[in-house]
């Protein structure tokens, strides 16, 4: 007996089921392909942010040290200790004395018990003093003073990050003027 046109059914070939099987692992691939290069996209930018945004914190707390201080050291000025541009000493407006602190070997400052390529807060007087890492991954820092002659009246600060991730370097720049002089 044979089968009449309306019992047989079309079905798929073993070709066609196997040919629509590649097809599918080829777009699944991509698709894994581009979330992975998203997610790797995803980390980068966020390591970054959260870089800058510390360093940004950092000079925050800087500047407004600086515009409440009720001086500034200038460079070799005074005993002050700061004999280079990677660092700034000043008396805050509570008469604690502080200095920040771009750790650097090629810096006239450079103090090897602290960690390289790093910025530090360091409060010389009062009850909270000692050493405070503000900022890691800094590739250069300076501190360059404006004096009237004799007072420091505004300091212009430069920072240039880096992370680990291979983005290129970042600069970030700030500048405080002096409110508080004698």
Avoid: K, W
């Avoid at 930018?45 to 600086?66: H, K, P, V, Y």
């Avoid at 405070?132 to 004096?147: I, K, P, Q």
């Avoid at 680990?164 to 508080?180: C, F, I, N």
């Amino acid at each position: 007996m044979q089968p009449t046109r309306q019992s047989r059914r079309r079905a798929f070939t073993l070709v066609e089921v196997i040919l629509s099987l590649v097809i599918l692992a080829i777009l699944m691939a991509a698709l894994g392909a581009a979330f992975q290069g998203s997610t790797n996209s995803y980390a980068a930018s966020e390591g970054l942010t959260e870089m800058i945004n510390t360093a940004r914190q950092a000079l925050l707390r800087i500047t407004a040290d600086i515009r409440t201080a009720q001086g500034v050291a200038p460079i070799d000025g005074g005993g002050s200790g700061d004999i280079d541009n990677h660092q700034c000493s000043l008396i805050r407006a509570d008469g604690t004395h502080v200095t920040y602190h771009y750790n650097t070997s090629t810096a006239a400052s450079y103090n090897t018990a602290l960690d390289d390529q790093t910025l530090y807060l360091i409060i010389n007087s009062g009850a909270s003093a000692g050493t405070y890492r503000l900022c890691d991954h800094v590739l250069d820092m300076t501190f360059e003073r404006g004096t009237d002659g004799v007072n420091v009246r505004n300091v212009r600060i430069g920072m240039t990050l880096t992370d680990d991730t291979g983005q290129p370097p970042q600069t970030l720049h700030t500048a405080a003027v002096v409110r508080t002089l004698p």
